[in-house]
C-alpha cells in the first residue's frame, strides 16, 4: 500500500475515532471504522469494529458481509460462512453475499454448494460478468467445460474490456486436456460492488473511503 493510502486510512480511522467519542451508539461509524482498519492490515482492531457494529445493530446484513469478508481473508472459512448465513437470512436476495459464501465453500472444497450460491447470485442480479466468471471457475473446477465456456463467454459478453475473463475463455479453447491459466481459481475475496462509506458528523467527517485491491467492504 503506498504511503498516501496508507495515510488516508490512518485520517479515516481517527475522523471516525473522534465520532464514536462523539457518539458510542453509532453503529455505522464502528463498521465504516472496521473498514479502515482492515485497509490497513488491523485484522484484530477491524473485527473488534465489525463485532460492535453487529452488537449494536444485529439486523443489518452488510455488517455480517463484511466481517465475513474479514475471516475469509483470513482463512477464517467456517466463521465466514456463518457471517453470510446471517447476512443472507436478513436479506435473502444479496446477490454479493452468495457471490461471497460461494467462495468460502471452494476453499473448503465444497463445489457443488459453491455452485448453487452462485446460481443464486445469478438469479438475483443477472447482469454481474464477475458472477459469471466465477461460476464458470467452479464448473472448470469440476471439469464441465462446455458450461465453463458458456459464463466464460457471457462474462466477457457483459464486460468486453475484462482480460480476465477473455483469459479464462480461451484457456477452455485449447485442446484436452485442460489448459488454464495459473491463476484460475484464485476467487475473490473482495465485494464488487464497492459502496461509499457514510461519513461522520461534518465537527469530524473523515475522508470517502475509496475502494483497494484485495478488500473492498460495504458501508
Known amino acids: ?34 473498514m479502515a482498519h482492515t485497509s490497513l492490515g488491523e485484522t484484530e482492531k477491524a473485527l473488534a469494529d465489525f463485532d460492535k457494529a453487529i452488537s449494536l445493530n444485529p439486523n443489518n446484513a452488510v455488517y455480517y458481509a463484511n466481517r465475513g469478508v474479514l475471516n475469509s481473508q483470513g482463512s477464517r472459512y467456517h466463521e465466514a460462512i456463518v457471517d453470510y448465513d446471517m447476512a443472507l437470512r436478513i436479506g435473502p436476495k444479496d446477490d454479493w453475499a452468495y457471490y461471497s459464501r460461494s467462495t468460502a465453500k471452494v476453499y473448503l472444497g465444497d463445489l457443488n454448494g459453491a455452485l448453487s450460491d452462485m446460481d443464486l447470485a445469478i438469479v438475483n442480479n443477472p447482469k454481474d460478468a464477475a458472477y459469471y466468471l466465477q461460476r464458470g471457475i467452479i464448473y472448470a473446477r469440476k471439469g464441465d467445460r462446455l458450461s465453463a465456456k458458456s459464463d466464460f463467454d457471457t462474462a466477457v459478453n457483459l464486460d468486453p474490456k475484462n482480460p480476465v475473463a477473455r483469459e479464462h475463455r480461451d484457456a477452455l479453447n485449447l485442446p484436452a486436456p485442460l489448459v488454464l491459466p495459473p491463476d484460475l481459481g484464485s476467487l475473490h475475496l473482495d465485494n464488487p460492488h464497492t459502496q461509499s462509506t457514510t461519513p461522520a458528523p461534518a465537527a469530524s467527517s473523515p475522508p470517502a473511503i475509496a475502494p483497494i485491491p484485495g478488500y473492498s467492504p460495504r458501508a
Not at 2 to 30: C, P
Open 1 to 34: 500500500m503506498s504511503e498516501s493510502r496508507n495515510g488516508h486510512y490512518r485520517e479515516a480511522v481517527q475522523s471516525y475515532s473522534q465520532a464514536i467519542l462523539m457518539d458510542s451508539t453509532n453503529d455505522i461509524y464502528y463498521n465504516n471504522r472496521g
